[in-house]
């Protein structure tokens, strides 16, 4: 009999359900509205960038902290977007956002340390902080708005919290925090000196006109914050794995303390590739934006028809339904149902929350897809379901 010699600081974390369920959807065939990943890829002048880098020699390691394009870029990006002024000492590029989550639960929470996270989280938040020995307390978003309860935030404060986690816009119920919501959650951090460590991977994927607006611009708040984020999503390259964290000195070089041991660096070629994008193609993430909202008005649209509530996203590229009418144990059982019964494969989100009564019966569907995959996902659920 094989013995499980894995740590206990791992115990209970399995895969992630995205590799899960995008293995299902090819195993079976189904249509993958799962995994969050575009179907297009981004700017081909950002390949041709990539390539190029490539070719003139930047194969090898690149500098722990980033390649100094690319730091100087986010400089920019958050500069003209913005209006936050940083300097090379306040940016570190990671190994994606996921890096940067893992450099900062590492970098700054102590075993018995409490984070205050928004629930339901991303799954790496979870994980990560199980290795470092921290507890969470979670601040659920309810359907169905979703909307940060300040109260819930006030009461998760303890006397062992170090820091908030926040994710605005947020995967996966797509909530963008509003000025007010932003603003409970500075006069909390203020209040009890906390850091506050903020996703912002979605930040230019928000609708109908709404602004994302980063923590780090409220008054007191840059200091306390270290906002992350990532080439990812916003010009559609996910699988290059370029993030970033950006911040105060001392907050970013604890990121960096804890990176230099996981990857050190990365992605010599993609980080000047990267640069490219973020200097001369901000049209990119405005045009992805415009077509997401139309495709999540189309999968709402369609999901709505069905026999589930639609709780519609103001940001990000996944919206959440409650599946409860059709009478499976949980989400999970009606995701892992799903393939056979329509060929289509979703999330369940209960994976995203403690909280079973509130997350058991949700499931979250990706719009980052062609027209086409969307219209045929629909049409396999009103035959199937
Ligand atoms: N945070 C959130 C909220 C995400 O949805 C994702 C998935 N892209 C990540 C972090 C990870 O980003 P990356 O792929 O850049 O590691
Ligand atoms: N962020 C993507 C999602 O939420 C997936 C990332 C991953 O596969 N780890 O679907």
């Known amino acids: 009999m ?5 740590a206990r ?8 359900i995205f590799a899960e369920m995008s293995a299902l959807a090819v195993r079976t065939g189904s249509v993958n509205l799962g995994q969050g990943f575009p179907d297009a890829d981004g700017p081909p002048a950002v390949i041709e960038a990539a390539v190029e880098a490539m070719r003139s020699g930047r194969n090898q390691y690149p500098p722990g902290r980033g390649t100094p394009d690319l730091l100087d870029a986010v400089i920019a990006h958050q500069q003209r977007h913005y209006g936050i002024s940083l300097d090379r000492s306040q940016v570190v590029a990671t190994t994606g956002a996921t890096e940067a989550i893992a450099g900062a639960l590492l970098g700054l929470v102590d075993p018995g340390d409490e984070v205050v996270m928004l629930e339901p989280y991303y799954d790496s938040y979870v994980a990560v902080l199980q290795m470092a020995g921290g507890v969470r307390r979670p601040v659920t978003l309810r359907a169905p708005s979703f909307r940060l309860d300040i109260d819930a935030l006030r009461n998760a404060v303890t006397s062992k919290t170090k820091l908030i986690l926040l994710n605005t816009p947020h995967n996966p119920t797509g909530t963008v925090l509003t000025l007010a919501e932003l603003e409970a959650v500075a006069a909390v951090a203020i209040e009890h000196d906390l850091i506050v460590v903020t996703d912002e ?4 994927l928000v609708f109908d006109g709404r602004e994302h607006i980063p923590l780090a611009t409220l008054p007191g708040m ?5 906002t992350i984020s990532s080439a990812g999503k916003s010009f559609s390259f996910t699988g290059w794995k370029v993030g970033w964290a950006s911040g105060p000195a001392s907050l970013v070089a604890a990121v960096e303390g804890a990176k230099n041991w996981l990857s050190y660096s990365s992605g010599a070629p993609l980080q000047p ?5 973020l200097n001369h193609h901000d ?7 415009k077509e997401l909202q139309d495709k999540r008005d189309r999968l709402c649209d369609g999901l709505s028809t ?3 509530d639609v709780f519609v ?4 590229y996944f919206v959440t339904t409650d599946v409860s009418r059709y009478g499976y144990p949980d989400g999970r059982a009606f995701c892992e149902a799903l393939p056979a019964r329509a060929g289509v494969v979703a999330i369940p989100s209960q994976v995203f929350y403690d909280d079973q009564a509130e997350g058991g019966q949700l499931v979250r569907w990706a719009f980052c897809k062609e027209v086409g995959v969307i219209d045929e996902g629909l049409r396999r659920l009103r035959s199937g379901l």
């Open 2 to 6: 094989a013995i499980s010699r894995t």
């Open 222 to 226: 840059f200091d306390r914050t270290l």
């Open 201 to 204: 991977v979605y930040e230019h």
């Open 283 to 289: 049209d990119f993430p405005l045009a992805l934006t």
């Open 9 to 16: 600081r791992l115990e209970g974390i399995g895969s992630t």
């Open 306 to 308: 069905l026999d589930m």
């Open 273 to 277: 590739a990267v640069a490219v994008a």
């Open 313 to 316: 996203p103001q940001g990000t």
